[in-house]
């Protein structure tokens, strides 16, 4: 079985990564994907594989529109696994990654960065689908950004929103999926963010104290994850039932 490819993009910063892990490690914790081998490849240093059973992208500090040897060469990667219906989710940078390389634009945020738990809405496109469709009507979300998806890629389906950002999950195609928020961000990973950032963002005229009292827990937008990994489970063992079933059996003449 091909595994499921947690794609590390970035990583948190390295008092983090010393406390409670990184990024990769928060995603793996919650796909909760037993059936499914889990692999973290570093796009910045690792050749990425041929194949896959499902792809997760992870946030950065990175920015897209660097166009980094590294990011470009996920971006050309991308479009192949999808026209396979490989199920595939984009984190942040992983989400406007994602855009890019199906044909959209990411920018920097005309408002500036949005961080701390933001209160996010679903669309009506979100009823019934298969990784967001859970989600209540509103939902809180952890989110940091600076840019964002300014033009979305053509057949793209917007499934949350907020007043800040217009595109905080995309659904690209029919299994393929970005969201701007962070799943796998707990409320100590979004404090400690804020707290690493607390000078920048003073300077940006934001105060960081108040985002930190603003915290709070996000269990409807972690469940995304979960879902993900249900979904490529679910994948997995459609193909692996195809693969065993019986020859079709010949009259004879």
Known sequence: MAPLLIIRAGSTFPA????MGDFSDWIAAGLGAPSVPVQVVDPRHEALPADASGV???????MVTDREA???AVARW???????????????????????ALGGAVAFHPEGIEIGTVRVRRTGACAGDPVLGHL???FPAQA??????ATLPPGAEVLAANDVEPHHAVRYGRLAWGVQFH????AEAMRGTIDHL??????????????DAAVGPTPEAARVLQAFGALVEECCLRMRAGRQRPATQVAPA
């Open 183 to 186: 799943p796998e961000f707990s």
């Open 16 to 19: 983090m990564i010393a406390r």
């Open 56 to 62: 997760v992208i992870t946030g950065s500090h990175a």
């Open 144 to 149: 940091i950004h600076r840019q964002t998806v």
């Open 136 to 138: 209540p009507d509103s």
């Open 70 to 72: 590294w990011s470009e």
């Open 198 to 211: 607390a000078a920048e963002l003073a300077r940006d005229g934001l105060d960081p104290a108040a985002l």
């Open 78 to 100: 991308l479009p192949g696994l999808i026209g396979r219906e490989v199920p595939v989710l984009g984190i942040c940078y992983g989400h406007q990654l994602l855009a890019h």
